[in-house]
């Protein structure tokens, strides 16, 4: 079938066709990559809007299913931005993880921010604590005159 329009900027189905779209890719992309078991379910990715998150246990497993998301994406038309991808192992002692898209090594980071959580390396909330406070001290002292100019000392 040959599809000669799309639907126009900004339409309230563009959402919808695109998590359709991406959901087949993924599940024919990723279908027998089922290791990793999240509260007794298969977990092999976590999405939202065009953010794409892969799980694997292994630095194999990822590799592989990278280059299968890669080729089945190339056959639905889409392709990885691989200057976006991004590589995190976690782990009580962190360490590098080599992961390769078009024989390009992808860059290891110690933590990232995804959906306003911030994972670490380290499996630990030390950064996002840190974050969480800084951004309240930053709130407070925008309203501190505000907040000390109405305040009665006795």
Known sequence: MKIGRGVRQGCCL????????????????????GVLKIGGQIIHTVKYADDLVLLAKEEKVLQDMIDKLTEIGGCYG?????????????????????IMIDQKQ???VECFKYLGSI????????CET???????????????GFLLAHWTWN
């Open 14 to 33: 563009s959402p919808i066709l695109f998590n359709l779209y991406s959901e087949c890719l993924a599940k024919e992309a990723l279908e027998g990559f």
């Open 78 to 98: 889409m392709e990885m931005n691989v200057e976006k991808t991004k590589v995190l192992g976690i782990s009580r002692q962190p360490f590098p993880v080599k």
């Open 106 to 108: 992808q860059e290891n």
């Open 119 to 126: 994972l670490t390396d380290d499996r630990r909330c030390t």
């Open 130 to 144: 840190k974050c969480g406070v800084a951004m309240a001290k930053a709130a407070f002292n925008k309203k501190r």
